[in-house]
């Protein structure tokens, strides 16, 4: 029995429909298959890419600053030289440019001159308020060294402690209160030949060498040093601009050495896009594709974004801000349209063969009429992005050359034109996306350029990026079409860098 | 509504067209709920089923490899989802006992002139365990192996089972057939 009442069972069964109000059940099962908004993947991709960048950035300084114990206290012990004296006379290590610099300037109405051989172990720390940085001579000579004095000027503008410890460690400590300093010689800037104290010929003694000639402020004693020697009062002229250069130069100097320094910018850029068309497989998609590749011409790629940078001493920066993207294409369809009408005219004759009679018969006669137009569709995508650019310059003043890299991160897509549809002959509007084929999808683009940059004033500049950007899969994974862009592109702009 | 073929109905799934997604609902409606309706007493119960069961197609079709029918891989979400509606511990803990064994054979005159409702009918006075088990064998064709995996119970029970569901189908015929008789 068993057998045969399951085989009939399975009989009646198979095939079995119960009928269903679909039109409720579908009401009931569309809200649970709604496509979810892509907005907090986006979000997320966002913030990884911001925490990456960040990242990125914080290990750069962290380990640029591992060299550098530019605030942290020396102790010393057992002085056994401190000399204030009236006139100072300062030894700065510094690193500018990537070069090392010894420097050693000041004044004094006396003649001094401390030498102190000292090899690689006995430096402990070096404390300087401008700049200090690795000692890598296994041997240096510190120098304190009288040069000359501008009375007026060098009492209140630099002091220098030269500690010497007992176990021939040094401390090296300067303070250069530049402000103090400018003050102070601006309030006095027409010295004259009488004011200038004239003084024992010395030997200017500044320690210099071939590869210290870029430092600035050497440039600036160097001249006024040298225009001293032919005698030993400084014309007022030479004066003033040897103390505005130098001015100049610490200013440079200060800024070159400040921790952190804010930019803010606006920029513009133009680039092409290169649009990659890849097929799912899906039957008749690779023909789709194939169809579309021929027919679609990628046309300029624009952006326009302001931006917040951030500059650290050591050459580094980090750069994000808004960048508005817009893509366009050219999509040209082949279309023809057939319109049919009628006419009144002869549609039939008859010609009687035994008398000869030719009769017509007139009617409506059907004409076809077949118009083949081009149809173009301008399509645009519309970006709004978040970059997370890192970035490395050289100074070469008034440029600065670098190289960037880092992500966009996209927190807006919106596609305006129209394609043909994969589904149906119909033209499938872009905007309207009924089927959610280009939602919001894209996450995080990588990003490489080159920046260059053009000083117009201290705090001015103009810059240029040329970059190279993927923009990867702007169509959702539904989307049996995938796209990947890629852009290569220059971006021009202003920058105000605060001080 | 035009009637899609089952290439397009997956494909426009696929890319989460909801004009193909409707079709999908509307045109396998019918045959999927004839499965629920095995598995389930009530109507409502197979109505949640199917509801359930089709929101999962429409969600995992991406993941349809075409091996198999489409209707095949359907229905098998279908029963998958009725299992899970109701508890597996059903299965192990429900005990049903046959007070006796029927000592009549059922002729296969008392059940071969049965239609489809009937037949429905007759399947779903068993009680759960025994009706998902005899659907899943004798109806659908599973082995006491495959069974026992999706049931979380072992292959011996799926059999002592089975063996009682067919010994209560046959005391639930004899007992129609009775009355059919009496009347």
């Known amino acids: 029995m068993n057998t045969e009442f399951e085989k009939h069972a399975r009989e009646q069964f198979d095939g079995l429909e119960v009928p269903v109000d679909t039109d409720a059940l579908w009401a009931n099962v569309y809200p649970h298959v709604k496509e979810e908004k892509g907005n907090r993947r986006v979000i997320v991709f966002f913030l990884l890419g911001l925490l990456l960048g960040l990242t990125a950035f914080s290990l750069f300084n962290f380990n640029q600053g591992n060299t550098i114990s530019s605030n942290q206290p020396i102790e010393s012990t057992n002085p056994i030289t401190s000399t204030p004296v009236e006139s100072t006379a300062n030894t700065t290590q510094t690193d500018l440019n990537n070069q090392t610099a010894t420097l050693s300037i000041g004044a004094t109405t006396n003649t001094a001159s401390n030498t102190t051989e000292v090899t690689e172990n006995d430096f402990t720390k070096v404390k300087t308020t401008t700049n200090a940085s690795d000692i890598k001579n296994t041997t240096a000579t510190t120098t304190s060294t009288a040069v000359r004095t501008v009375a007026r000027s060098t009492a209140s503008s630099t002091s220098v402690q030269t500690n010497i410890s007992k176990q021939d460690q040094i401390m090296i400590k300067k303070d250069i209160d530049t402000k103090t300093f400018i003050e102070n010689n601006q309030a006095a800037p027409s010295l004259n030949q009488n004011e200038v104290v004239s003084q024992k010929k010395t030997t200017p003694n500044l320690s210099t060498n071939k590869s210290l000639t870029n430092s600035l402020l050497i440039d600036a004693l160097n001249e006024n040093i040298s225009n001293q020697d032919d005698a030993f009062s400084i014309p007022e002229s030479q004066q003033k601009n040897a103390l505005d250069t130098y001015v100049n130069n610490l200013n440079r100097l200060k800024k070159a050495t400040k921790k952190l320094r804010v930019g803010l910018g606006l920029y513009g850029g133009v680039s092409k896009s290169t649009n990659e068309l890849s097929s799912n497989g899906d039957i008749g998609i690779p023909e789709y594709t194939a169809g579309r590749n021929a027919s679609e011409k990628q046309l300029e790629t624009v952006h326009l974004g302001f931006e917040v940078s951030v500059y650290t001493k050591n050459h580094l920066y980090l750069r994000s801000g808004a960048e508005y993207t817009r893509i366009a294409s050219l999509y040209s369809s082949n279309s023809s349209l057939t319109s049919t009408d009628s006419v009144w005219d002869v549609t039939e004759i008859i010609i009687n063969t035994a008398t000869g009679k030719i009769d017509s018969i007139e009617g409506y006669v059907q004409t076809t009429t077949i118009t083949e137009f081009t149809k173009k569709h301008y399509n645009y995508i519309n970006l709004i992005d978040i970059p997370v650019i890192v970035g490395y310059q050289f100074e070469y003043e008034p440029w600065s050359v670098g190289i960037e890299g880092g992500i966009y991160a996209n927190i807006s897509t919106k596609y305006t034109g129209e394609i043909s549809n994969t589904a149906s002959d119909a033209f499938y509007d872009l905007e309207v996306d009924e089927n959610k084929w280009f939602k919001t999808n894209i996450g995080i683009q990588p990003y490489i350029g080159l920046n260059a940059a053009y000083n117009l004033s201290d705090n001015f500049q103009v810059h240029f990026s040329p970059g190279f950007r993927f923009e990867t899969l702007f169509s959702t994974k539904e989307n049996p079409v995938k796209e990947k862009h890629a852009s290569l592109g220059i971006r021009a702009g202003v920058r105000y860098i605060f001080d | ?183």
């Open chain 2, 1 to 183: 509504m035009k009637k899609h073929t089952p290439e397009e109905i997956i494909r426009g799934c696929k890319k989460q067209d909801p004009r193909f997604q409707k079709a999908l609902v509307v045109q396998y409606s019918g045959l999927l709920m004839a499965v629920s309706r095995r598995y389930t007493k009530d109507q409502s119960s197979s109505k949640d089923i199917l509801q359930e069961a089709l929101i999962q197609i429409l969600k995992s079709i991406t993941n349809y490899k075409e091996q198999g029918t489409f209707e095949a891989w359907m229905k098998r979400i279908v029963i998958n989802t009725a299992i899970k509606y109701f508890s597996k511990n059903s299965f192990r803990n429900e005990l049903y006992t046959i007070d006796d064994q029927p000592e009549n054979s059922v002729e296969p005159g008392a059940y071969s002139n049965m239609a489809a409702a009937e037949l429905m009918e007759i399947i779903n006075q068993l009680p759960d365990s025994y009706r998902t088990i005899f659907n899943l064998y004798a109806i659908e064709g599973f082995s006491h192996k495959e069974i026992g995996e999706m049931l979380g119970i072992t292959e011996s029970t799926s059999r002592s089972q089975l063996t009682r569901a067919r010994a209560s189908l046959k005391k639930i015929l004899i007992t129609k057939e009775k009355i059919r008789l009496r009347i």
